[in-house]
């Protein structure tokens, strides 16, 4: 019996290995993108923007706009307010409220971006529902929660080093999402399932109190 040629076979199958390779990593990189503008909206915005004005990564023909030199000028003057806003007391606060429903559009728009070209546009907003707009919103959602818990135990003191801190993740998630994007798409898999843990708990809580104390 004749073994088949190894070298064959691997040629035989890179154009059908290769598409869909090719959509795993954009799915990584709008993972990554979508689930930082949990933290803030427009840091992701602005990173894929500057790398695309680079040709770091490359947009589908819909979303060109994004690297234009106004949408960077846009999304970083954007970006310089929110960060600013989220170091003023009770504003961050307000900021987190507003943020939630954008966020959740960022996301959406951040993976339909990123993803490739060959994918039909329904399944390409589809995923950027479910993957961009669920992980942001679920990010945005924890960061809220963290927050309001900051502002109760500390009295809004400790605030500021939450945002500094949410404002590192972003940037960070970012950029080494572009070059790591399999690796950051991991350890956002586990940052959302610890959000969505605490969050569900927390829900939980909220609902059960009431009934808890009617009974008493």
């Not at 479910?130 to 959602?141: D, H, L, N």
């Not at 801190?165 to 399999?182: K, N, Q, R």
């Amino acid at each position: 019996m004749e073994l088949p040629n190894i070298s064959n076979v691997i040629s035989e199958n890179i154009p059908n290995l290769l598409p869909q390779s090719k959509l795993l990593l954009s799915l990584a990189l709008g993972l990554g993108l979508s689930a930082s503008s949990g933290f803030r909206v427009f840091v992701p915005l602005l990173v894929a923007s500057i790398a695309s004005k680079l040709g770091i990564i490359h947009l589908g023909e819909s979303f060109q706009w994004m690297g234009s030199t106004t949408a960077i000028v846009a999304f970083a003057t954007a970006t310089v307010l929110e960060i600013g806003g989220y170091y003023i007391p009770f504003v961050d606060n307000i900021l987190d409220t507003i943020t939630t429903p954008t966020s959740v559009i960022a996301g959406t728009l951040l993976t339909a971006s990123v993803l490739t070209p060959e994918l039909d546009p329904m399944l390409k907003w589809g995923l950027g529902i479910i993957v961009g707009g669920g992980s942001a919103g679920i990010v945005q959602a924890g960061t809220a929660l963290t927050r309001a818990t900051s502002s109760v135990a500390t009295a809004g003191v400790g605030n500021p080093v939450v945002a500094t801190t949410e404002h590192g993740l972003s940037f960070a998630g970012s950029i080494l999402s572009i070059f790591m994007p399999f690796i950051i798409a991991a350890i956002i898999c586990i940052v959302l399932f610890v959000f969505l843990f605490f969050l569900i708990r927390y829900f939980k809580k909220r609902i059960y109190k009431p009934k808890a104390t009617l009974s008493a």
